[in-house]
């Protein structure tokens, strides 16, 4: 429960920095409207993590690849980097 509330609060809390970055826009921009609309800010920003969190997800798999102990060759299972690619496939 405390980490949906969390995740609200910090919804509540981006959208308001959306806001925030929208006024600063028309502010700067010479005919007063803004030139970038919250719907192409909320994608750059889903575009953004989702890039992140599969990069992150990427390099922990080759940190394991390239370790002393790479899994999978002293009895452990085979497809463990298939297995480890899925979830990183389903985030983009």
Known sequence: MFSVLL???FRFLYYKL???AIKGLVAL???GCSPVSVQQMAY???M???LM???FSMIN???DALGPGTIGIHGDSQLYFL???LPSLTQQ
């Open 61 to 63: 798999l080759l940190a």
């Open 29 to 31: 921009s010479e005919d």
């Open 83 to 85: 297995t480890s690619a």
């Open 18 to 20: 959306l806001r925030k």
């Open 44 to 46: 750059v920003a889903g």
């Open 53 to 55: 969190s599969g990069a």
């Open 48 to 50: 953004g993590f989702g």
């Open 7 to 9: 995740q609200e609060a």
